[in-house]
Antibody, heavy 123, light 109 residues
C-alpha cells in the first residue's frame, strides 16, 4: 500500500525559506520509472505543479518558480524534500506530494497523493 | 510552456446524464494527458492516465479519449458522487514538465 505524507511549517513569514518533507511508504524511489512530485493549490484555485524528482535523481522544476525551488531525495529514509525560497503571501496554498510511475514505466499522471499541508505566508 | 484550457468552466447536469469534459493543449502533448477528480477538502484522485487508461479502482463509467491537442473525459451516466471539480494535466518531454488545466466544476442541476 502506497502512502505519502507532507510535513513542515504551517506558517512562514514573507522572505523566509519554506522546507517541506514528503515521507512515503509502499514503494522505493530507487525503482526505475518512479518519481515523486510536489503540487500546490491556493485556496479556491487550481492545481499548480512545482517540481519532480525521479528514481535516477533527474530533477525538474516549474519554469516560473525554478529559481526558488530545490528538490532532493533521501532514498534510505524514504523522503523527498522541497525547499522554496523568498516566500510571499501569494505562495499561501495547500502543498501536496504525489507518486508517479511504476517498475520501468513512466506514466503521465500522479496516482497516489498525500493529504496535503496548508502553508500560510503572513507576517 | 504548454497551456491547457478546459471547457466548460462549469457543467450543470443531473444524475444519470452523460457528462463530456474537454481539455485542449496549446501544442501537442501526444497521449501524455491525465484527468483527476477533486472533492472539497480532499486531494485529487487520478482517474485517467496516458489519455485513455483508467487508473486502479476507477469505475468503467469514466473514460478518456484524444491525442495531440484535444482530449475528452466522458462520464457515461452520472452518479451522485461524481459531482466535483475535474482537472486535466499534461506531461511534456521537452522540456520535461507538467501543467494542470484550470478545472471544470461539475455541479448538480
Amino acid at each position: 500500500q502506497i502512502t505519502l505524507k507532507e510535513s513542515g511549517p504551517t506558517l512562514v513569514k514573507p522572505t523566509q525559506t519554506l522546507t517541506l518533507t514528503c515521507t512515503f511508504s509502499g514503494f522505493s524511489l530507487s525503482t526505475s520509472g518512479v518519481g515523486v512530485g510536489w503540487i500546490r493549490q491556493p485556496p479556491g484555485k487550481a492545481l499548480e505543479w512545482l517540481a519532480l524528482i525521479y528514481w535516477n535523481d533527474d530533477k525538474r522544476y516549474s519554469p516560473s518558480l525554478k529559481s526558488r525551488l530545490t528538490i532532493t531525495k533521501d532514498t534510505s529514509k524514504n523522503q523527498v524534500v522541497l525547499t522554496m525560497t523568498n516566500m510571499d503571501p501569494v505562495d499561501t496554498a495547500t502543498y501536496y506530494c504525489a507518486h508517479t510511475g511504476y517498475a520501468g514505466v513512466i506514466i503521465s499522471g500522479f496516482d497516489y497523493w498525500g493529504q496535503g499541508t496548508l502553508v500560510t505566508v503572513s507576517s | 510552456e504548454i497551456v491547457l484550457t478546459q471547457s466548460p468552466a462549469t457543467l450543470s447536469l443531473s444524475p444519470g446524464e452523460r457528462a463530456t469534459l474537454s481539455c485542449r493543449a496549446s501544442q501537442s502533448v501526444s497521449s501524455y494527458l491525465a484527468w483527476y477528480q477533486q472533492k472539497p477538502g480532499q486531494a485529487p484522485r487520478l482517474l485517467i492516465y496516458d489519455a485513455s487508461n483508467r487508473a486502479t479502482g476507477i469505475p468503467a463509467r469514466f473514460s478518456g479519449s484524444g491525442s495531440g491537442t484535444d482530449f475528452t473525459l466522458t462520464i457515461s451516466s452520472l452518479e451522485p458522487e461524481d459531482f466535483a471539480v475535474y482537472y486535466c494535466q499534461q506531461r511534456s518531454n521537452w522540456p520535461l514538465m507538467y501543467t494542470f488545466g484550470q478545472g471544470t466544476k461539475l455541479e448538480i442541476k
